[in-house]
T-cell receptor, first 109, second 115 residues
Framework: GQNIDQPTEMTATEGAIVQINCTYQ??????LFWYQQHAGEAPTFLSY??LDGLEEKGRFSSFLSRSKGYSYLLLKELQMKDSASYLC??????????WGAGTKLIIKP | ETGVTQTPRHLVMGMTNKKSLKCEQH?????MYWYKQSAKKPLELMFV???????ENNSVPSRFSPECPNSSHLFLHLHTLQPEDSALYLC??????????????FGSGTQLSVL
């Protein structure tokens, strides 16, 4: 099917590192997006990967392996404000976005 | 502030009511979208407008009726909704729909409760 799989919820400690995984169907792939959504707010764009490898943007990095149908979002030096839901979305061959259900990240002091 | 504004933020309506959701974008984008977000479920694409023309209607029930009078404004007209339609309705825009790698700019959504 077109399922995007990501964990429902994760907990991490302030100052630590957390990796949020996302697996997807590999056929008809045109890129992988990550969005951040704080409770009651708009989802906001974090990253877009279309080639294999790691892309770093400050404390956040996103990795893609097209052959494995696998991506992760890596958050370093966690801050309390990083508590949010993280949405993974795959762009298919028709440039439609297929979304995961999101991972709720809870940061504890 | 994402440049996409949705009103109202919250809406409670009965099943016999008629209401409208409004979205406005100040980004000069040409594509606008309506999404439905239910708790613990993936975002569901409802409608896409590209240069004011509807290009996607993902089998949405006719009780939801979109309207796009110009590239900056998008409406979702609601009538005779069901309780299962209760959800967060998100509006988004992008430079041009249907191209790869294009990021979406979302509004904060309208939290809809149907009683």
């Amino acid at each position: 099917g077109q399922n995007i799989d990501q964990p429902t919820e994760m907990t991490a400690t302030e100052g630590a590192i957390v990796q949020i995984n996302c697996t997807y169907q590999t056929s008809g792939f045109n890129g992988l997006f990550w969005y951040q959504q704080h409770a009651g707010e708009a989802p906001t764009f974090l990253s877009y990967n279309v080639l294999d490898g790691l892309e770093e943007k400050g404390r956040f990095s996103s990795f893609l392996s097209r052959s494995k149908g696998y991506s992760y979002l890596l958050l370093k030096e966690l801050q309390m404000k990083d508590s949010a839901s993280y949405l993974c979305a795959r762009m298919d061959s028709n440039y439609q976005l297929i979304w995961g259900a999101g991972t709720k990240l809870i940061i504890k002091p | 502030e994402t440049g996409v504004t949705q009103t109202p933020r919250h809406l409670v309506m009965g099943m016999t009511n008629k209401k409208s959701l409004k979205c406005e974008q100040h980004l000069g984008h040409n594509a606008m979208y309506w999404y439905k977000q239910s708790a613990k479920k993936p975002l569901e694409l409802m409608f896409v407008y590209n240069f004011k023309e509807q290009t996607e209607n993902n089998s949405v029930p006719s009780r939801f009726s979109p309207e796009c009078p110009n590239s900056s404004h998008l409406f979702l007209h609601l009538h005779t909704l069901q309780p299962e339609d209760s959800a967060l309705y998100l509006c988004a825009s992008s430079q041009e729909g249907g191209t790869g790698g294009e990021k979406l700019f979302f509004g904060s959504g309208t939290q809809l409760s149907v009683l």
